[in-house]
């Protein structure tokens, strides 16, 4: 079987956390806290701490084994694939709703005129070949590319920087802390989202116990790493644009991309970001896919490359059928507020308040190690 090791994870779980959050983040979180929204990013993405934190205490109960067959020994057969057959539906209907997301955003900024299908195609092919070279070949794809999506981060704020505009993030809560809280909600699906890989990637990693230990003080390390650089892209995009016109471009991030210029002679540099964002689109894309392609193989049996094409048919079919820009964002909300918030935040704590129960009162846990597939 195939293992990541701690920074690996790490890393992974970074890029993955990370995903194309910076793109809408800002837009989100101005609309409903204002100037005050930046305020909102980093409590929103701590939720997904205690989280990753009791999905790593059930690794250290029940090694090597993934969420999806945990659930089936805790919850029984029946709930069990009940559980992991909505959950193949939300990773793959997410998954084919950010493949859309790569050619809305390309489309609508450097490549207008190339058909939506060239973006999708492309993307889905090195998604699949990723996930052909399997777990360890992504962690590696994620160390190369994670470091370049946060050099290009870093730089496309510091370039904006003569364009801010001085006092657009004052008055500092002047409408209390409520709109901050909303916002916080607002920002909870983004570390939700990366928990769906993590139930999955979770047989993949080290249980010895300094490994273990690693691993949680990785998951502070990582939370707090997205956050931060997200909540600074907020505080740019205010600072430059103005709250109103943050709430108004969705992708803000992209614009500013555009404004960038290097002493006055390099300019347009938004093709370059562009095409280190396409990795981290990938990246997320492909971490939904691997999500799905266990779903399927723990819950049904059902494993092989005949079934990761038949996926890319369904992410292709998903991708072509939210073709323009605001319905596409519009059914990313929803999916992440009313599918996939609902049910992590539901499964994950009864899942583990289970076998903390059944581990107190001494019932013997039913061999899961099957579930040493790769």
């Given at each position: ?173 002047s409408e209390g802390f409520k709109p901050i ?8 699906p983004f570390p939700l989202t990366y928990i ?21 003080s990785g998951v502070w390390r990582v939370v ?151």
């Open positions: 079987m195939e293992r990541i090791s701690v920074h690996q994870f790490i890393t992974l779980g970074a890029a993955v956390l990370m995903g194309t959050t910076f793109l809408p983040v800002a837009s989100i979180v101005t609309g409903v806290g204002g100037r005050d929204g930046w305020m909102s990013v980093l409590p929103g993405f701590a939720l997904g701490i205690p989280y990753s934190l009791m999905i790593l205490s059930l690794l250290e109960q029940y090694p090597s084994n993934n969420l999806l067959q945990i659930s089936e020994t805790l919850f029984g057969k029946l709930i069990g694939k009940l559980i992991g057959s909505f959950y193949i539906l939300v990773a793959a209907y997410l998954g084919g709703l950010l493949l859309g997301q790569v050619g809305d955003i390309y489309q609508a900024s450097i490549m207008p005129l190339t058909p939506l299908g060239v973006f999708y195609l492309g993307g889905i092919i090195l998604v699949l070949l990723l996930i052909q070279s399997g777990i360890e070949v992504f962690a590696r794809f994620s160390e190369v590319i994670f470091p370049l999506i946060v050099i290009a981060l870093f730089l496309n704020i510091v370039l904006s920087i003569p364009r801010i505009e001085q006092g657009e993030l004052l008055p500092i809560l809280l909303v916002g916080a909600f607002k920002v909870m769906i890989f993590l139930a999955g990637v979770i047989a993949f990693l080290p249980t010895g116990k300094k490994e273990l230990k690693q691993l949680k707090f790493m997205v956050g931060i650089l997200d909540m600074l892209i907020v505080i740019i995009q205010i600072l430059v644009f103005g709250p109103s016109e943050t709430v108004r471009l969705v992708y803000g991030l992209l614009v500013l991309g555009k404004m960038v210029e290097i002493s006055r002679t390099v300019a347009g540099v938004e093709s370059v970001f562009l095409g280190v964002w396409f990795g981290a689109a990938v990246l997320k894309i492909g971490s939904l896919f691997f999500a799905t392609n266990w779903g399927l193989e723990y819950v049904f049996g059902l494993k092989g490359i005949k079934w990761r094409l038949s996926l890319c048919v369904v992410f292709l079919g998903i991708a072509f059928r939210y073709v323009r820009g605001p319905s596409l964002i519009l059914e990313i909300g929803l999916v992440d507020e009313y599918l996939i918030m609902p049910f992590v935040a539901i499964w994950i704590p009864a899942l583990w308040g289970v076998a903390h129960w059944k581990k107190g009162v001494g019932i013997g846990r039913k061999e899961t190690r099957s579930g040493g597939k790769g």
